[in-house]
């Protein structure tokens, strides 16, 4: 063997199996669709009365997306408004779900910790309604679904449920 040949050969990346590669292309898939929530869900409660609530199919589906309808409906019912970004602090190595089961959605599951103390909640006077006791940092744990699954174009998140009780 010849030196470069050595190179060659230790350097090579290691080989993943089917299931370790399909974890891999789910989670880099998945993962991105946290931040893109975060920025939907921050789009739409800076200015309620102008969003497209159909945006929210981009980046989400189930659950989640009902959830984000009815906080986008509550916010422009009570002319509420909030200014200020959710900013990502950590995000947990991913779990998976059904990837190998055609008869359900495949899901990637994150615990996500992101700090919301740049966020202010305005009443529609333009009162600060921000809650004192608000921690400023949050957990959630999010769930990317994809129902098509392998089309790696059909990732939404489909529940973003906050862990009360357990802080990051």
């Known amino acids: 063997m010849t030196p470069d040949d050595m190179a060659a050969t230790s350097s090579a990346e290691p080989t993943l199996s089917e299931e370790e590669q399909a974890e ?4 880099d898939q998945a993962e991105p669709l946290i931040e893109d929530f975060i920025r939907m869900n921050t789009n739409a409660s800076a200015d309620p ?3 497209n609530r159909g945006d929210f199919e981009d980046v989400a589906i189930s659950t989640a997306q009902r959830d984000l309808e009815n ?3 509550s916010l422009r019912n009570f002319g509420n408004t909030n200014e200020g970004r959710e900013e990502v602090i950590s ?7 059904d990837l190998d089961n055609p008869d359900e959605p495949a899901v990637v599951e994150y615990l996500v910790c992101t700090d919301i ?5 305005f009443d529609a006077d333009g ?3 921000t809650p004192e006791e608000r921690a400023d940092r949050v957990l959630k744990k999010y769930g990317i679904a994809n129902y098509e699954y392998p089309d790696e174009t059909q ?3 489909a529940y973003a449920e906050w862990q009360e009780g357990e802080s990051c």
């Open 24 to 27: 891999v292309d789910a989670a």
């Open 49 to 51: 009365d102008d969003f």
């Open 71 to 73: 906080r986008l409906e």
């Open 91 to 97: 995000i947990s190595q991913p779990e998976f779900f």
């Open 117 to 121: 103390s740049d966020i202010t909640n």
């Open 127 to 129: 009162v600060d309604i």
């Open 155 to 157: 990732w939404r998140v």
